[in-house]
């Protein structure tokens, strides 16, 4: 299976990943904003299949959000992020290890990307306790005053 920036030509007309709102999102609306330049899309294909994919974008948090956990951080400042902004897994590939191939590689993206512009978290908002409770496996952290909104340091990512 090959995990590639996705673009109109991949089939995704088939994903299903059990949540209606992720199905829509990358069978009608995902080319949208590719077209605008607000997300990249990566995707796991399998074939022609996509097994799975997510999503980076942009964004920013302040200290405010979390004045512990960002006591480094400037107090007066946006700090540069990336939202990580959707991760799905088609039904048929669950139980895989697919969601955490795809996490492993949306970090290390994310890595590389550090190198060429300021970027000091990866900022996930997880929409249930299910998807919270995946990614504090991998270390993530809420930040109090945004719930389910985790993050994780740039500068934690393994390198690899």
Known sequence: MLI???DKHHQKADFDCGNEALNRFI???AGQLLKRNET???GAVDKDRLAGFYTLSACQIMQ???????KKQSPHSPIGCVLLGRLAVDKRYKGKGLGSDLLLHAMRTVRKLSHMMGLAFVI????DDNAQAFYEKYGFRELTRCPKRLCYAVKDIPLG
Do not use: G, P, S
Not at 64 to 70: M, N, P, S, V
């Open 40 to 42: 990249v899309i990566y």
């Open 64 to 70: 405010a959000d979390d004045e512990a956990l960002l």
């Open 27 to 29: 069978r009608q609306q």
């Open 4 to 6: 590639t920036k996705l």
């Open 124 to 127: 996930v908002d997880a929409k």
